[in-house]
């Protein structure tokens, strides 16, 4: 659970110095930023790809194949499940209270539960704590921690310092879907060789989230999300 207690840590640094400076992040520092977080975030997702790829030139091959065949069937099921567009709508909901925290009629609660909603239907909080239970790898939630500590800053400012309080929600929700992909997922997935291709369709959906960083194109990450659970159901079947 070290990713759910270091984005924890980032929401309540981030919601401190927001009531405490009050003001904007200079552009020419969001810029630095978001190079910053993207480069990180390309590096890890290649990397964890790239280590979870191997064998011979046929099994590499295979491997590969279902690589894409899982990102565009995992895309089919979550455009069914609609995920894209609940996560839209969440993203409505927080323009609509920043903008009227912007004419001033807004309270604590909206910061609280904008946060909340933001930083909870992130598609990173479910592929972090993902990674984080399944491989013990928490850099995904390090990303995390330290984009939502950017954005806890800004809400902070708007609304006050009940966004610092969005770190306990942030905490038991991430850190329940590690402690449940540890407990029942990793062991099945160890028992049966099937944890490379999660951890390598993990690194292809970092790559695009650093894709939506850079602003390079619109990507919908959360109908991307069931392919973590299409990947090793194909390296079952095809095997």
């Known amino acids: 659970m070290t990713g759910s207690i270091l984005n924890a840590a980032g929401i309540v640094l981030g919601g401190i ?35 979870s ?11 590969v194949l279902i690589l894409l065949l899982a990102l565009i069937l ?6 069914l499940l609609q995920l894209q567009k609940v996560s839209n709508r969440v993203g ?33 909080a479910v592929l972090g704590a993902a990674q984080d239970g ?8 390090t990303i995390k921690a330290a984009m939502d500590a950017l954005a806890a800053m800004s809400f902070a400012a708007m609304f006050g310092w009940t966004v ?3 770190a306990l929600p942030v905490f038991v929700y991430q850190g329940t879907l590690t402690l449940m ?6 062991p099945f997935l160890e028992q049966h060789q099937l944890l490379d291709p999660v951890n390598a369709t993990s690194g292809l959906l970092m790559v695009y989230v650093a894709v939506v960083i850079f602003e390079i ?8 999300l069931p392919a973590l659970a299409v990947a090793p159901l194909l390296a079952w079947l095809w095997r």
């Open 74 to 79: 995992g895309r089919l099921v979550g455009r």
């Open 164 to 166: 610092a309080l969005v």
């Open 181 to 186: 992909c540890a407990q029942y997922a990793r």
């Open 92 to 124: 409505e909901f927080a323009r609509d209270r920043i903008a009227r925290a912007g004419e001033n009629k807004t309270a604590g609660s909206d910061g609280f539960n904008v946060a909340a909603l933001l930083f909870c239907a992130a598609p990173l």
């Open 17 to 51: 110095a927001g009531v405490t400076i009050r003001k904007p992040i200079p552009a020419g520092s969001q810029n630095f930023f978001k190079l910053a977080l993207g480069a990180v975030t390309l590096f890890i997702g290649l990397r964890l790809t790239w280590q």
């Open 134 to 141: 399944l491989a013990g790898n928490f850099s995904p939630l």
């Open 53 to 63: 790829v191997n064998g011979t030139a046929a099994q590499v091959g295979r491997q």
């Open 217 to 224: 194109r619109k990507v919908e990450l959360a109908d991307y």
